[in-house]
């Protein structure tokens, strides 16, 4: 469908350590390891649709420095639609169960609409992420 992400690159500090989280993370959401080597590796959806591939790219040495800040230029955050409620607490559970940053447990969050029920989290380097259902959009 024209006008659909096709695929996001995220860079990362530790790329063995990202590798782990985004395969515990993605598996879940329904993607699956693609391509891999020593630069990076690919998750693709299984069945298509936005963000086909997300891939994990290991940082140059200047920037394997420093943790991510999402109010500098580049990405602020990157949130994927969940099934239902239930699924917001299942990958909350996984979260928990990897040891993953949890910025905000799973809640309703009303200043975005009404039923916007979500979990908000990090990935190694800080890359805010976010799992939302939202009956408006179901």
Not at 107 to 121: D, H, I, R, T
Request: hydrophobic share 40%.
């Amino acid at each position: 469908m024209r006008g659909i992400v096709h695929h996001i690159d995220l860079t990362v500090r530790d790329l063995d350590a990202s590798r782990a989280f985004y395969a515990a993370v993605l598996e879940f959401l329904g993607y699956k390891l693609g391509h891999s080597d020593a630069r990076g590796c690919d998750f693709d959806l299984v069945g298509g649709g936005a963000f086909q591939s997300i891939g994990i790219k290991r940082a140059n040495e200047k920037g394997a420095t420093r943790r991510h800040d999402r109010y500098s230029p580049g990405l602020h955050h990157l949130a994927w639609t969940a099934a239902s409620r239930d699924d917001v607490d299942r990958l909350w559970m996984l979260l928990q169960q990897i040891g993953a940053d949890v910025l905000d447990p799973p809640k309703e969050y009303p200043q975005y609409g009404s039923g916007y029920y979500a979990v908000f989290f990090a990935d190694p380097d800080g890359i805010k992420l976010e799992y939302v259902f939202h009956p408006a959009e179901a």
